[in-house]
């Protein structure tokens, strides 16, 4: 008999920034990228982050507004992913973000991804789009309405 197919949580989220990365207005996001990242890696059902050489994903680009940022992680589960974004020291920069970045409609998207898969950019830009054009589903979803985990690979999206 097979072993069942484990599947784990990606998500993608995007942002717009008011000005450059190396700008005042930015600086104390910019300070707090690394100890935000450490918190995410150091919280339970962390799997893995999208980064570049500098520790982030600040300069990897995610479209061609060079103005837009991208963070995509892996976690096991959307209970683990939403513990670390709405009840950890997170949330405190979470409150902040209408300070360094234009408000956006859709900036987030969950999907299930195989154990082991990471993301591309590109596969991220796909399911935020998905999710844009046409609202939650198994391909893309949001905290509001998630999806569960699918229970063979045929199913995902």
Do not use: C
Not at 91 to 98: A, E, G, M, P, S
Request: no cysteine.
């Amino acid at each position: 008999m097979n072993a069942p197919h484990i599947f784990q949580l990606a998500q993608v989220n995007i942002t717009r920034l008011r000005a450059p990365l190396d700008s005042p207005m930015l600086a104390e996001f910019v300070a707090n990228l690394d100890p935000v990242n450490a918190l995410a890696e150091a919280s339970a059902g962390f799997i893995w982050r999208l980064r570049d050489e500098g520790g982030n994903a600040t300069s990897i680009p995610y479209s061609d507004d060079p103005a837009i940022i991208v963070n995509l992680s892996v976690w096991e589960s959307v209970e683990a992913l939403r513990e670390f974004t709405y009840r950890s020291h997170h949330t405190q920069f979470l409150k902040r973000r209408r300070e360094w970045f234009e408000r956006m409609d859709i900036a987030v998207a969950l999907w299930w991804v195989e154990a082991g898969h990471r993301p591309t950019p590109a596969e991220a830009r796909e399911h935020l789009e998905h999710l844009e054009r046409h609202g939650p589903s198994e391909t893309a979803f949001s905290f509001a309405k998630p999806f569960a985990m699918p229970l063979e690979s045929g199913a995902l999206g």
